[in-house]
């Protein structure tokens, strides 16, 4: 099926690549223990609703990514990505999301952790081009389904 058929206008395969790219390291970095690494995917003023609460900014982001429980452990599993050109510097995207949580981390006597459905939801994503490339200007976490 072409973009044609979807109504969704050409996007150039490198912003795709790039704003897909930030929508994977997001999810990255916060599952591999690098969250402070999340604030540099935003724009200066960018915008993360999760839960009810809004974080604008960097210094909100740092400071929410620097609270995550050091032993909590969580895997981000995201699929069916649209993307929709609103200008050539502007991309709004769709990502559904299933968020797999364990607090504790496994220890050498329990190699097979278990993990609980935390939520399943969508990203609303909105990408800007920066002089620094592409970044996230906003990013709200929609639960569709949670625990």
């Known amino acids: 099926m072409s973009h044609d058929a979807l109504n969704l206008p050409r996007i150039p395969e490198a912003d795709r ?23 540099g995917l935003f724009t200066d003023d960018g915008v993360f609703d999760r839960k009810g609460a809004v974080l604008r900014g960097h210094a ?16 981000h599993v995201c699929s069916n990505i649209v993307l929709r050109a609103e200008s050539p510097d502007r991309i709004v995207g769709t990502t559904a999301f299933l968020l797999l ?30 002089p620094a490339g592409w970044r996230i200007a906003s990013r709200k976490a929609v639960p569709v389904f949670a625990r």
């Open 17 to 39: 690549g790039d704003c897909q790219a930030l929508i994977h390291a997001f999810c990255h970095f916060i599952d591999h223990g690098e969250a402070p690494k999340v604030v």
């Open 60 to 75: 909100a982001l740092a400071e929410a990514m620097a609270k995550r429980p050091p032993g909590m452990v969580t895997r």
């Open 101 to 130: 949580r364990r607090d504790g981390a496994a220890t050498a006597a329990d190699t097979s952790p278990t993990a609980c459905l935390e939520a399943v939801g969508d990203f609303e994503d909105v990408f800007v081009r920066t």
